[in-house]
């Protein structure tokens, strides 16, 4: 059974730093794209990043470049999404994704994904 299981999800001040972890389970994701979503009370879900299947490229919505970094431990069959300077408009809950093809680049279009976590909840205080 194939399992993405998103952790490191909380409460944090305005300003603070949280490193969400993806691990996968079932299978390996060593050669697929990963992406990270998440989705506020109320609103669609919005794609925040996304990383290559060999981790030679990442890309990030405009709202958090320079802030978020996600990163992958293939070894680990592990993708991360260090989040610094959060704002209160980051909270939601964050949901990792792997890409439905391998050997995939970037994919901002949630449709191109076909593995889902149930996601983890980001909470950023003022």
């Known amino acids: 059974q194939v399992q993405l299981v998103e952790s490191g999800g909380g409460l944090v001040q305005a300003g603070g730093s949280l490193r969400l972890s993806c691990a996968a389970s079932?299978?390996?994701?060593?050669?697929?794209?990963m992406g990270w979503f998440r989705q506020a009370p109320g609103k669609e879900r919005e794609f925040v990043g996304s990383?290559?299947?060999?981790?030679?490229?990442?890309d990030y919505t405009d709202s958090v470049k320079g802030r978020f970094t996600i990163a992958r431990d293939s070894a680990k069959n592990t993708v991360y999404l260090q989040m610094n300077s959060l704002k209160p408009e980051d909270t939601a809950v964050y949901s990792c994704?792997?890409?439905?093809?391998?050997?995939?680049?970037?994919?901002?279009?949630?449709?191109?994904?076909?593995?889902w976590g149930q996601g983890t909840q980001v909470t950023v205080s003022t």
């Open positions: 990383i290559s299947w060999n981790g030679d490229y990442t």
């Open positions: 079932g299978r390996t994701f060593s050669n697929y794209a």
């Open positions: 994704a792997a890409s439905r093809s391998p050997m995939s680049r970037l994919i901002r279009d949630p449709r191109g994904y076909g593995y």
